[in-house]
Protein backbone atom coordinates (compact mmCIF):
# COMPACT_ATOMS: atom_id res chain seq x y z
CA UNK A 1 0.00 0.00 0.00
CA UNK A 2 1.16 3.20 -0.72
CA UNK A 3 2.85 5.51 1.78
CA UNK A 4 1.90 9.09 2.40
CA UNK A 5 2.43 11.88 5.28
CA UNK A 6 0.52 15.00 5.61
CA UNK A 7 2.58 18.08 4.46
CA UNK A 8 2.34 21.64 5.58
CA UNK A 9 3.42 24.22 3.60
CA UNK A 10 3.04 28.14 3.58
CA UNK A 11 -0.31 27.76 5.01
CA UNK A 12 -1.58 25.09 2.60
CA UNK A 13 -2.12 21.41 3.85
CA UNK A 14 -1.40 18.49 1.62
CA UNK A 15 -0.24 14.81 1.42
CA UNK A 16 3.37 13.74 0.14
CA UNK A 17 3.54 10.06 -1.41
CA UNK A 18 7.24 9.04 -2.12
CA UNK A 19 8.32 7.80 -4.68
CA UNK A 20 11.78 6.26 -6.41
CA UNK A 21 12.31 8.63 -9.60
CA UNK A 22 13.88 11.43 -10.70
CA UNK A 23 10.21 12.97 -12.05
CA UNK A 24 7.80 14.40 -8.92
CA UNK A 25 4.26 15.41 -9.86
CA UNK A 26 2.23 18.32 -8.36
CA UNK A 27 -1.65 17.78 -8.67
CA UNK A 28 -3.59 21.08 -8.58
CA UNK A 29 -6.78 20.44 -7.79
CA UNK A 30 -10.39 21.72 -9.15
CA UNK A 31 -12.49 24.28 -7.12
CA UNK A 32 -15.48 24.39 -5.47
CA UNK A 33 -17.92 21.83 -5.71
CA UNK A 34 -15.97 19.96 -8.49
CA UNK A 35 -13.12 20.11 -6.37
CA UNK A 36 -15.04 18.17 -3.51
CA UNK A 37 -17.03 15.87 -6.58
CA UNK A 38 -13.53 15.07 -7.46
CA UNK A 39 -11.49 14.66 -4.34
CA UNK A 40 -11.41 10.97 -3.49
CA UNK A 41 -10.19 9.88 -7.71
CA UNK A 42 -8.12 12.76 -6.87
CA UNK A 43 -6.29 10.56 -4.28
CA UNK A 44 -6.38 7.64 -6.18
CA UNK A 45 -4.16 9.04 -8.69
CA UNK A 46 -2.14 10.04 -6.50
CA UNK A 47 -1.42 6.30 -4.91
CA UNK A 48 -1.53 5.45 -8.78
CA UNK A 49 1.38 7.95 -9.85
CA UNK A 50 3.49 7.26 -6.21
CA UNK A 51 3.24 3.14 -7.22
CA UNK A 52 5.00 3.98 -10.73
CA UNK A 53 7.73 5.86 -8.76
CA UNK A 54 6.83 9.14 -9.32
CA UNK A 55 6.87 11.45 -5.78
CA UNK A 56 3.71 12.64 -6.08
CA UNK A 57 2.47 16.16 -3.88
CA UNK A 58 -1.36 16.42 -3.51
CA UNK A 59 -2.51 19.71 -1.35
CA UNK A 60 -5.17 22.27 -1.21
CA UNK A 61 -5.48 25.82 -2.44
CA UNK A 62 -5.15 28.69 0.08
CA UNK A 63 -8.41 29.40 1.76
CA UNK A 64 -9.71 25.62 0.13
CA UNK A 65 -9.93 22.01 1.68
CA UNK A 66 -8.02 21.82 4.69
CA UNK A 67 -5.53 25.10 4.05
CA UNK A 68 -5.78 28.32 6.08
CA UNK A 69 -8.06 31.09 4.79
CA UNK A 70 -11.69 30.64 3.49
CA UNK A 71 -13.58 32.02 0.40
CA UNK A 72 -14.08 35.52 1.45
CA UNK A 73 -10.41 36.11 1.36
CA UNK A 74 -8.96 38.91 -0.56
CA UNK A 75 -7.14 38.86 -4.25
CA UNK A 76 -7.47 34.83 -4.03
CA UNK A 77 -6.10 33.88 -7.41
CA UNK A 78 -2.61 35.54 -6.66
CA UNK A 79 -2.56 33.41 -3.34
CA UNK A 80 -3.74 30.15 -5.72
CA UNK A 81 -0.42 30.92 -7.67
CA UNK A 82 1.84 31.61 -4.54
CA UNK A 83 0.52 28.52 -3.09
CA UNK A 84 1.34 26.10 -6.04
CA UNK A 85 4.83 27.97 -6.17
CA UNK A 86 5.44 26.74 -2.77
CA UNK A 87 4.01 23.01 -3.46
CA UNK A 88 6.05 22.84 -6.55
CA UNK A 89 9.47 23.79 -4.32
CA UNK A 90 8.36 21.61 -1.23
CA UNK A 91 8.08 18.68 -3.78
CA UNK A 92 11.73 19.34 -4.47
CA UNK A 93 12.67 20.00 -1.17
CA UNK A 94 11.66 16.92 0.24
CA UNK A 95 12.53 14.43 -2.48
CA UNK A 96 15.33 15.81 -4.44
CA UNK A 97 12.95 14.90 -7.99
CA UNK A 98 14.72 16.92 -10.75
CA UNK A 99 11.60 17.02 -13.03
CA UNK A 100 8.58 18.20 -12.40
CA UNK A 101 4.83 17.22 -13.76
CA UNK A 102 2.12 19.49 -13.08
CA UNK A 103 -1.18 17.59 -13.19
CA UNK A 104 -4.38 19.99 -13.15
CA UNK A 105 -8.26 19.96 -12.97
CA UNK A 106 -10.29 22.50 -14.28
CA UNK A 107 -9.37 25.41 -12.94
CA UNK A 108 -6.58 23.70 -11.30
CA UNK A 109 -5.47 23.49 -14.55
CA UNK A 110 -5.80 26.50 -15.42
CA UNK A 111 -3.75 28.45 -12.36
CA UNK A 112 -1.06 25.46 -13.29
CA UNK A 113 -0.53 26.64 -16.73
CA UNK A 114 0.19 30.27 -16.00
CA UNK A 115 2.43 29.46 -12.83
CA UNK A 116 4.16 26.99 -14.96
CA UNK A 117 4.86 29.35 -17.95
CA UNK A 118 6.03 31.83 -14.92
CA UNK A 119 8.55 29.50 -13.57
CA UNK A 120 9.99 27.95 -16.78
CA UNK A 121 11.06 25.10 -14.36
CA UNK A 122 7.98 22.71 -15.27
CA UNK A 123 9.13 19.95 -17.33
CA UNK A 124 5.39 18.53 -18.35
CA UNK A 125 2.13 19.97 -18.13
CA UNK A 126 -1.27 17.68 -17.78
CA UNK A 127 -4.40 19.94 -18.36
CA UNK A 128 -7.48 18.15 -17.62
CA UNK A 129 -10.71 19.57 -19.27
CA UNK A 130 -9.16 23.49 -18.46
CA UNK A 131 -10.83 26.50 -18.20
CA UNK A 132 -9.49 28.36 -20.85
CA UNK A 133 -11.70 31.27 -20.64
CA UNK A 134 -12.34 32.71 -16.82
CA UNK A 135 -15.27 35.26 -18.65
CA UNK A 136 -17.28 32.10 -20.05
CA UNK A 137 -16.01 30.65 -16.72
CA UNK A 138 -17.36 33.25 -14.17
CA UNK A 139 -20.61 33.54 -16.40
CA UNK A 140 -21.48 29.72 -16.04
CA UNK A 141 -20.85 29.80 -12.25
CA UNK A 142 -22.93 32.62 -11.67
CA UNK A 143 -25.56 30.74 -14.21
CA UNK A 144 -25.28 27.38 -12.05
CA UNK A 145 -25.89 29.56 -8.79
CA UNK A 146 -28.96 31.05 -10.10
CA UNK A 147 -30.11 27.55 -10.94
CA UNK A 148 -29.18 25.67 -7.85
CA UNK A 149 -30.69 28.87 -5.54
CA UNK A 150 -32.90 27.29 -2.95
CA UNK A 151 -34.61 29.93 -1.39
CA UNK A 152 -37.66 31.16 -3.41
CA UNK A 153 -38.40 34.99 -4.78
CA UNK A 154 -39.81 36.18 -1.51
CA UNK A 155 -37.51 34.45 0.67
CA UNK A 156 -34.45 37.08 1.79
CA UNK A 157 -31.59 37.03 0.18
CA UNK A 158 -28.54 34.66 1.55
CA UNK A 159 -25.17 36.11 3.15
CA UNK A 160 -23.30 34.71 0.16
CA UNK A 161 -25.80 36.31 -1.90
CA UNK A 162 -24.08 39.35 -1.30
CA UNK A 163 -21.03 40.51 -3.15
CA UNK A 164 -20.96 37.58 -4.74
CA UNK A 165 -22.29 34.20 -5.88
CA UNK A 166 -22.07 30.58 -4.57
CA UNK A 167 -22.30 27.49 -6.13
CA UNK A 168 -22.60 24.02 -3.86
CA UNK A 169 -22.38 26.30 -1.03
CA UNK A 170 -19.02 27.67 -2.22
CA UNK A 171 -19.11 31.04 -2.35
CA UNK A 172 -16.83 33.83 -5.03
CA UNK A 173 -16.67 37.18 -4.24
CA UNK A 174 -17.04 39.64 -7.01
CA UNK A 175 -14.15 40.91 -6.62
CA UNK A 176 -12.13 37.22 -7.45
CA UNK A 177 -14.59 36.77 -10.46
CA UNK A 178 -13.57 39.83 -11.76
CA UNK A 179 -9.54 38.30 -11.65
CA UNK A 180 -11.33 35.13 -12.49
CA UNK A 181 -12.79 36.56 -15.71
CA UNK A 182 -9.47 38.48 -17.18
CA UNK A 183 -8.08 34.79 -17.57
CA UNK A 184 -7.63 33.51 -20.98
CA UNK A 185 -5.58 30.67 -21.55
CA UNK A 186 -4.94 31.20 -25.06
CA UNK A 187 -3.85 34.75 -24.73
CA UNK A 188 -0.28 33.23 -21.99
CA UNK A 189 3.69 33.43 -23.13
CA UNK A 190 5.31 31.72 -23.03
CA UNK A 191 4.35 28.20 -23.35
CA UNK A 192 4.09 26.48 -19.69
CA UNK A 193 6.01 23.24 -20.70
CA UNK A 194 7.80 21.71 -23.22
CA UNK A 195 5.74 18.63 -23.36
CA UNK A 196 1.64 19.00 -22.64
CA UNK A 197 -0.84 16.54 -21.94
CA UNK A 198 -4.33 17.94 -23.05
CA UNK A 199 -7.28 16.16 -21.94
CA UNK A 200 -11.03 17.47 -22.74
CA UNK A 201 -14.43 16.78 -24.49
CA UNK A 202 -13.94 15.79 -28.07
CA UNK A 203 -15.73 18.59 -29.28
CA UNK A 204 -14.34 21.09 -26.93
CA UNK A 205 -13.07 23.95 -29.13
CA UNK A 206 -11.59 26.31 -26.89
CA UNK A 207 -9.23 23.19 -25.81
CA UNK A 208 -8.36 22.64 -29.25
CA UNK A 209 -7.91 26.23 -29.97
CA UNK A 210 -5.60 26.33 -26.85
CA UNK A 211 -3.37 23.15 -28.10
CA UNK A 212 -3.41 25.07 -31.24
CA UNK A 213 -1.85 28.25 -29.28
CA UNK A 214 0.46 25.84 -27.46
CA UNK A 215 1.79 24.62 -30.45
CA UNK A 216 2.25 28.02 -31.82
CA UNK A 217 4.58 28.39 -28.66
CA UNK A 218 6.81 25.63 -29.51
CA UNK A 219 5.30 22.90 -27.20
CA UNK A 220 4.85 19.51 -28.29
CA UNK A 221 0.79 18.86 -27.28
CA UNK A 222 -0.86 15.78 -27.01
CA UNK A 223 -4.59 16.54 -26.95
CA UNK A 224 -6.69 13.56 -26.03
CA UNK A 225 -10.42 13.39 -25.85
CA UNK A 226 -11.79 12.85 -21.67
CA UNK A 227 -14.64 11.12 -22.40
CA UNK A 228 -15.19 10.29 -18.39
CA UNK A 229 -15.68 14.00 -17.72
CA UNK A 230 -19.12 14.29 -17.56
CA UNK A 231 -19.22 11.01 -14.97
CA UNK A 232 -16.80 12.50 -12.90
CA UNK A 233 -17.42 15.75 -12.15
CA UNK A 234 -21.06 15.32 -11.43
CA UNK A 235 -21.59 14.90 -7.84
CA UNK A 236 -19.62 13.03 -4.34
CA UNK A 237 -21.84 10.38 -4.29
CA UNK A 238 -22.87 9.77 -7.64
CA UNK A 239 -19.41 10.85 -8.86
CA UNK A 240 -17.72 7.99 -11.13
CA UNK A 241 -13.56 7.94 -11.23
CA UNK A 242 -11.95 8.33 -14.71
CA UNK A 243 -10.05 5.53 -14.70
CA UNK A 244 -8.69 5.16 -18.13
CA UNK A 245 -8.02 9.02 -17.73
CA UNK A 246 -6.04 7.83 -14.93
CA UNK A 247 -4.20 5.28 -16.88
CA UNK A 248 -3.46 7.02 -19.60
CA UNK A 249 -1.39 9.61 -17.56
CA UNK A 250 0.42 7.60 -15.52
CA UNK A 251 1.41 5.68 -18.43
CA UNK A 252 2.46 8.65 -19.95
CA UNK A 253 4.51 9.86 -17.13
CA UNK A 254 6.03 7.12 -15.70
CA UNK A 255 7.33 6.22 -19.18
CA UNK A 256 11.39 7.02 -19.36
CA UNK A 257 11.27 8.37 -15.70
CA UNK A 258 14.47 7.38 -14.17
CA UNK A 259 15.03 6.31 -10.27
CA UNK A 260 16.63 8.07 -8.00
CA UNK A 261 20.28 6.97 -6.79
CA UNK A 262 20.32 4.96 -3.16
CA UNK A 263 22.60 8.24 -2.11
CA UNK A 264 20.36 10.71 -3.62
CA UNK A 265 19.94 13.53 -0.32
CA UNK A 266 16.22 13.54 0.32
CA UNK A 267 15.46 16.34 3.29
CA UNK A 268 13.97 15.75 6.29
CA UNK A 269 9.79 15.65 6.96
CA UNK A 270 8.34 19.06 7.70
CA UNK A 271 6.37 19.60 10.07
CA UNK A 272 2.84 19.47 9.23
CA UNK A 273 1.18 21.55 11.27
CA UNK A 274 -1.20 24.48 10.40
CA UNK A 275 -1.61 27.41 13.11
CA UNK A 276 -4.99 29.41 12.29
CA UNK A 277 -6.69 31.97 15.02
CA UNK A 278 -6.94 30.34 18.33
CA UNK A 279 -6.23 26.77 16.62
CA UNK A 280 -3.74 24.52 15.37
CA UNK A 281 -4.88 21.38 13.09
CA UNK A 282 -3.05 18.21 12.07
CA UNK A 283 -3.49 15.75 9.65
CA UNK A 284 -3.60 11.90 11.03
CA UNK A 285 -3.34 8.29 9.09
CA UNK A 286 -4.41 6.23 11.85
CA UNK A 287 -6.54 2.92 12.30
CA UNK A 288 -5.71 -0.48 10.75
CA UNK A 289 -3.10 0.11 8.36
CA UNK A 290 -3.39 3.77 8.67
CA UNK A 291 -6.29 3.57 6.02
CA UNK A 292 -8.40 6.16 7.77
CA UNK A 293 -7.80 9.94 7.56
CA UNK A 294 -8.85 12.41 10.28
CA UNK A 295 -8.17 16.23 10.60
CA UNK A 296 -7.05 17.01 14.55
CA UNK A 297 -8.56 20.73 15.29
CA UNK A 298 -7.00 21.46 18.97
CA UNK A 299 -7.71 24.78 20.48
CA UNK A 300 -4.82 26.88 21.37
CA UNK A 301 -6.93 27.61 24.99
CA UNK A 302 -8.57 24.86 26.01
CA UNK A 303 -12.51 24.96 27.36
CA UNK A 304 -12.46 22.89 30.55
CA UNK A 305 -14.75 20.13 30.83
CA UNK A 306 -15.38 20.76 27.31
CA UNK A 307 -16.28 17.33 24.83
CA UNK A 308 -14.24 16.02 22.31
CA UNK A 309 -16.47 16.54 19.25
CA UNK A 310 -16.17 13.80 16.25
CA UNK A 311 -17.43 14.90 12.75
CA UNK A 312 -18.35 12.37 10.34
CA UNK A 313 -18.59 12.96 6.62
CA UNK A 314 -22.05 13.15 5.16
CA UNK A 315 -22.64 10.57 1.87
CA UNK A 316 -19.55 10.72 0.20
CA UNK A 317 -18.76 13.95 0.53
CA UNK A 318 -14.84 14.14 2.61
CA UNK A 319 -14.24 15.81 6.07
CA UNK A 320 -14.60 18.95 4.55
CA UNK A 321 -17.98 19.34 3.93
CA UNK A 322 -20.26 20.58 1.80
CA UNK A 323 -19.36 23.93 1.22
CA UNK A 324 -16.40 23.45 3.38
CA UNK A 325 -19.10 23.88 6.11
CA UNK A 326 -17.78 21.02 8.21
CA UNK A 327 -14.09 22.93 8.26
CA UNK A 328 -15.67 25.83 9.41
CA UNK A 329 -17.75 24.46 11.81
CA UNK A 330 -14.96 22.61 13.48
CA UNK A 331 -12.78 25.80 13.26
CA UNK A 332 -15.24 27.52 15.33
CA UNK A 333 -15.68 24.94 18.01
CA UNK A 334 -11.77 25.22 18.42
CA UNK A 335 -11.89 28.82 18.67
CA UNK A 336 -14.16 28.41 21.54
CA UNK A 337 -12.02 25.95 23.53
CA UNK A 338 -12.88 22.17 22.01
CA UNK A 339 -11.10 19.65 20.14
CA UNK A 340 -12.62 18.45 16.75
CA UNK A 341 -11.49 15.77 14.89
CA UNK A 342 -13.48 15.91 11.17
CA UNK A 343 -12.81 12.03 9.78
CA UNK A 344 -13.40 10.11 6.45
CA UNK A 345 -14.73 6.68 6.90
CA UNK A 346 -13.24 3.65 5.01
CA UNK A 347 -13.88 4.07 1.36
CA UNK A 348 -14.73 7.93 1.27
CA UNK A 349 -13.20 10.87 0.52
CA UNK A 350 -9.33 10.50 1.52
CA UNK A 351 -9.84 7.86 3.51
CA UNK A 352 -8.55 3.92 1.41
CA UNK A 353 -11.31 1.72 1.60
CA UNK A 354 -10.98 -1.95 3.54
CA UNK A 355 -9.82 -4.38 1.73
CA UNK A 356 -12.16 -7.38 2.60
CA UNK A 357 -14.78 -4.26 3.27
CA UNK A 358 -18.43 -4.00 1.57
CA UNK A 359 -18.80 -2.57 -1.94
CA UNK A 360 -21.07 -0.43 -1.29
CA UNK A 361 -19.58 1.85 2.38
CA UNK A 362 -22.94 3.98 3.00
CA UNK A 363 -25.35 2.59 5.51
CA UNK A 364 -22.62 -0.04 5.96
CA UNK A 365 -22.66 -1.45 9.97
CA UNK A 366 -18.94 -2.22 9.19
CA UNK A 367 -18.20 1.77 9.39
CA UNK A 368 -19.04 1.68 12.89
CA UNK A 369 -15.66 0.46 13.54
CA UNK A 370 -14.01 3.01 12.08
CA UNK A 371 -15.77 5.69 14.81
CA UNK A 372 -14.67 2.97 17.13
CA UNK A 373 -11.54 3.51 15.72
CA UNK A 374 -11.31 7.70 16.03
CA UNK A 375 -12.59 7.32 19.62
CA UNK A 376 -9.51 4.76 20.42
CA UNK A 377 -6.73 7.09 18.85
CA UNK A 378 -8.48 10.62 19.73
CA UNK A 379 -11.49 10.31 22.03
CA UNK A 380 -11.53 11.24 25.63
CA UNK A 381 -11.27 8.32 27.51
CA UNK A 382 -13.37 9.78 30.33
CA UNK A 383 -16.85 9.64 28.46
CA UNK A 384 -16.66 13.37 27.22
CA UNK A 385 -17.26 12.70 23.43
CA UNK A 386 -20.05 13.70 20.86
CA UNK A 387 -20.31 12.34 17.35
CA UNK A 388 -22.47 14.11 14.79
CA UNK A 389 -23.60 13.29 11.38
CA UNK A 390 -25.56 14.22 8.83
CA UNK A 391 -27.19 12.37 6.10
CA UNK A 392 -25.82 8.96 5.92
CA UNK A 393 -23.31 10.08 8.19
CA UNK A 394 -26.32 10.39 10.85
CA UNK A 395 -27.04 7.24 10.38
CA UNK A 396 -23.73 5.99 11.56
CA UNK A 397 -23.12 8.51 14.04
CA UNK A 398 -26.40 6.88 15.83
CA UNK A 399 -25.64 3.46 15.60
CA UNK A 400 -21.64 4.11 16.80
CA UNK A 401 -23.12 5.73 19.55
CA UNK A 402 -25.07 3.08 20.16
CA UNK A 403 -22.07 0.67 19.99
CA UNK A 404 -19.66 2.87 22.09
CA UNK A 405 -20.78 3.93 25.42
CA UNK A 406 -17.85 6.59 26.01
CA UNK A 407 -20.26 8.85 23.83
CA UNK A 408 -22.05 10.99 25.59
CA UNK A 409 -23.92 13.20 22.99
CA UNK A 410 -25.01 12.26 19.51
CA UNK A 411 -26.18 15.04 16.84
CA UNK A 412 -27.80 13.91 13.38
CA UNK A 413 -28.40 16.23 10.68
CA UNK A 414 -31.05 15.76 8.13
CA UNK A 415 -30.95 12.06 9.51
CA UNK A 416 -32.41 9.70 6.35
CA UNK A 417 -32.70 6.65 7.53
CA UNK A 418 -33.00 5.06 11.08
CA UNK A 419 -32.90 1.32 9.89
CA UNK A 420 -30.90 -0.12 7.08
CA UNK A 421 -31.91 -3.59 6.04
CA UNK A 422 -29.84 -5.99 3.49
CA UNK A 423 -30.94 -5.71 0.35
CA UNK A 424 -32.40 -1.86 0.71
CA UNK A 425 -31.14 0.80 -2.16
CA UNK A 426 -29.12 3.18 -1.81
CA UNK A 427 -30.37 5.11 -5.12
CA UNK A 428 -33.60 4.63 -3.10
CA UNK A 429 -32.67 6.14 0.10
CA UNK A 430 -31.63 9.28 -1.53
CA UNK A 431 -34.19 11.00 -0.44
CA UNK A 432 -32.61 14.50 -0.04
CA UNK A 433 -33.92 15.31 -3.68
CA UNK A 434 -37.25 15.05 -2.54
CA UNK A 435 -38.29 17.31 0.28
CA UNK A 436 -41.08 16.71 3.52
CA UNK A 437 -44.56 16.38 2.29
CA UNK A 438 -45.85 18.97 4.27
CA UNK A 439 -43.66 21.04 1.90
CA UNK A 440 -44.99 19.59 -1.12
CA UNK A 441 -48.40 20.24 0.49
CA UNK A 442 -47.69 24.20 0.81
CA UNK A 443 -45.91 24.24 -3.15
CA UNK A 444 -49.05 23.09 -4.82
CA UNK A 445 -50.47 26.34 -3.11
CA UNK A 446 -47.52 28.50 -4.72
CA UNK A 447 -48.31 29.79 -8.39
CA UNK A 448 -44.92 29.28 -10.04
CA UNK A 449 -45.61 25.81 -8.73
CA UNK A 450 -47.94 25.56 -11.37
CA UNK A 451 -45.80 27.39 -14.51
CA UNK A 452 -43.03 24.77 -13.53
CA UNK A 453 -45.24 21.80 -14.12
CA UNK A 454 -46.60 22.85 -17.28
CA UNK A 455 -43.18 23.52 -18.51
CA UNK A 456 -42.21 19.80 -17.45
CA UNK A 457 -39.62 21.25 -14.76
CA UNK A 458 -41.22 19.11 -11.84
CA UNK A 459 -40.93 15.14 -11.61
CA UNK A 460 -44.44 14.58 -10.84
CA UNK A 461 -44.31 10.93 -11.09
CA UNK A 462 -41.38 10.59 -9.31
CA UNK A 463 -42.79 12.40 -6.17
CA UNK A 464 -45.94 10.76 -6.38
CA UNK A 465 -44.44 7.03 -5.73
CA UNK A 466 -42.34 8.68 -2.88
CA UNK A 467 -45.70 10.12 -1.30
CA UNK A 468 -47.29 7.00 -1.90
CA UNK A 469 -44.19 5.34 -0.18
CA UNK A 470 -44.09 7.40 2.45
CA UNK A 471 -47.94 7.41 3.87
CA UNK A 472 -47.21 3.12 3.84
CA UNK A 473 -44.32 3.50 5.71
CA UNK A 474 -45.92 5.76 7.84
CA UNK A 475 -48.89 3.75 8.88
CA UNK A 476 -46.56 0.50 9.43
CA UNK A 477 -44.57 1.99 11.61
CA UNK A 478 -48.17 3.60 13.95
CA UNK A 479 -48.62 0.04 13.53
CA UNK A 480 -44.79 -0.70 15.18
CA UNK A 481 -45.19 1.72 17.84
CA UNK A 482 -48.67 0.65 18.95
CA UNK A 483 -47.10 -2.50 19.31
CA UNK A 484 -43.73 -1.27 21.16
CA UNK A 485 -41.84 -2.64 18.49
CA UNK A 486 -40.62 0.34 16.51
CA UNK A 487 -36.49 -0.11 16.46
CA UNK A 488 -35.87 3.57 16.24
CA UNK A 489 -38.00 3.97 19.51
CA UNK A 490 -36.04 1.26 21.51
CA UNK A 491 -32.98 2.94 20.05
CA UNK A 492 -34.05 5.98 21.69
CA UNK A 493 -34.77 4.88 25.16
CA UNK A 494 -31.37 2.70 25.56
CA UNK A 495 -29.73 5.81 24.85
CA UNK A 496 -31.88 7.85 27.14
CA UNK A 497 -31.11 5.43 30.08
CA UNK A 498 -27.22 5.75 29.16
CA UNK A 499 -28.05 9.20 29.89
CA UNK A 500 -26.85 10.30 26.51
CA UNK A 501 -27.91 13.59 24.75
CA UNK A 502 -29.15 13.59 21.27
CA UNK A 503 -29.67 16.01 18.79
CA UNK A 504 -32.07 15.70 15.52
CA UNK A 505 -31.75 19.45 13.29
CA UNK A 506 -33.59 19.19 10.34
CA UNK A 507 -34.61 21.71 7.18
CA UNK A 508 -37.95 22.49 7.31
CA UNK A 509 -38.61 21.17 4.16
CA UNK A 510 -36.29 18.18 4.32
CA UNK A 511 -37.34 14.81 3.48
CA UNK A 512 -35.90 13.38 6.62
CA UNK A 513 -39.00 14.71 8.88
CA UNK A 514 -40.63 11.97 7.02
CA UNK A 515 -38.80 9.51 7.88
CA UNK A 516 -38.55 10.87 12.14
CA UNK A 517 -42.37 10.76 11.49
CA UNK A 518 -42.86 7.43 10.58
CA UNK A 519 -40.57 6.13 13.64
CA UNK A 520 -41.01 8.04 16.35
CA UNK A 521 -44.26 10.04 15.48
CA UNK A 522 -44.96 13.83 16.17
CA UNK A 523 -41.97 15.61 16.61
CA UNK A 524 -43.53 16.69 20.00
CA UNK A 525 -43.32 12.97 21.19
CA UNK A 526 -40.06 13.22 21.37
CA UNK A 527 -39.23 14.40 24.40
CA UNK A 528 -41.79 11.71 26.15
CA UNK A 529 -39.76 8.80 24.36
CA UNK A 530 -36.32 10.42 25.56
CA UNK A 531 -36.21 13.75 27.79
CA UNK A 532 -32.35 14.73 26.71
CA UNK A 533 -33.43 14.01 23.23
CA UNK A 534 -34.58 17.63 20.82
CA UNK A 535 -35.30 18.58 17.45
CA UNK A 536 -34.70 21.42 15.80
CA UNK A 537 -35.39 22.63 12.53
CA UNK A 538 -33.52 25.36 10.13
CA UNK A 539 -35.36 27.63 7.50
CA UNK A 540 -35.09 28.07 3.86
CA UNK A 541 -32.33 25.35 3.34
CA UNK A 542 -31.48 22.21 1.19
CA UNK A 543 -30.66 18.79 2.22
CA UNK A 544 -26.91 19.70 2.40
CA UNK A 545 -27.02 22.83 3.74
CA UNK A 546 -26.11 24.91 0.78
CA UNK A 547 -26.90 28.76 2.50
CA UNK A 548 -24.19 30.35 4.39
CA UNK A 549 -26.87 31.17 6.91
CA UNK A 550 -27.99 27.51 7.34
CA UNK A 551 -24.64 26.51 8.22
CA UNK A 552 -24.50 29.46 10.83
CA UNK A 553 -27.63 28.09 12.22
CA UNK A 554 -26.50 24.84 12.67
CA UNK A 555 -23.75 26.43 14.03
CA UNK A 556 -25.53 28.25 16.80
CA UNK A 557 -27.84 25.16 17.50
CA UNK A 558 -24.45 22.68 18.05
CA UNK A 559 -23.08 24.82 20.47
CA UNK A 560 -25.81 25.26 22.56
CA UNK A 561 -25.94 21.51 22.40
CA UNK A 562 -22.23 20.77 23.90
CA UNK A 563 -22.80 23.28 26.00
CA UNK A 564 -25.99 21.33 27.85
CA UNK A 565 -23.59 17.94 27.14
CA UNK A 566 -20.64 19.42 29.21
CA UNK A 567 -23.16 20.68 31.93
CA UNK A 568 -24.73 17.61 32.18
CA UNK A 569 -21.68 15.44 32.43
CA UNK A 570 -19.62 17.61 34.42
CA UNK A 571 -22.70 18.33 36.72
CA UNK A 572 -23.99 14.60 37.74
CA UNK A 573 -21.20 14.05 39.73
CA UNK A 574 -18.66 16.96 39.86
CA UNK A 575 -16.14 15.04 37.86
CA UNK A 576 -15.69 13.71 34.26
CA UNK A 577 -18.46 10.92 33.59
CA UNK A 578 -22.36 10.59 34.07
CA UNK A 579 -23.57 9.25 37.54
CA UNK A 580 -26.14 7.58 34.68
CA UNK A 581 -24.60 3.67 33.93
CA UNK A 582 -24.44 3.17 30.50
CA UNK A 583 -25.58 0.30 28.78
Avoid at 131 to 159: F, K, T
Avoid at 179 to 187: E, I, K, P, T, V
Avoid at 198 to 212: G, T, Y
Wanted: hydrophobic fraction near 45%.
Amino acid sequence: MTERRAVAFSGCAGWLRPGAGRRGVVLCPAFGLEGLTARRAWGELADRLAEAGLPTLSFDWPGTGDSIGDDRDPDRPASWRAGLEAAIDTLRHETGVEDVVLIGLRLGATIAAEVAARRGDVATLVALQPVVSGRLYVREQRSLSRLLRVRGDDDPIDADEVDGWAVGGFFTSDATGEALAALDLRRTTPSPAAQILLLAREADVAAAALADHWRGLGAQVTLSDFAEVDTFLTDPTKTIAPVAAWSRIVEALADGAAPIPAAAPVAPPAAAVLVGDGWSETAHAFGPEDRLIGVLTVPERPLAGASTVIVLSAGRNPHLGWGRGTVELARSLARQGRRVLRMDQAGIGDSRAHPDGPAEVLYSQEAVADVVAALDRFGSADGRNVVIGACSGAHLALHATLADARVRGVAMINLQRFVWRDGDSLEASMRGEFRSSSAYAGLVRRADTWKRLFRGEIRVGHIAVELVRRIAARLAAKARRLATTDPAVAWLRRLERRGVHVLFVFGTDDGGRDEFAEHVGAEAALSRIAPHARVESIERTDHNLGPRDARRRLGELVDAFLARVDADVTGCDGGATSARAPG
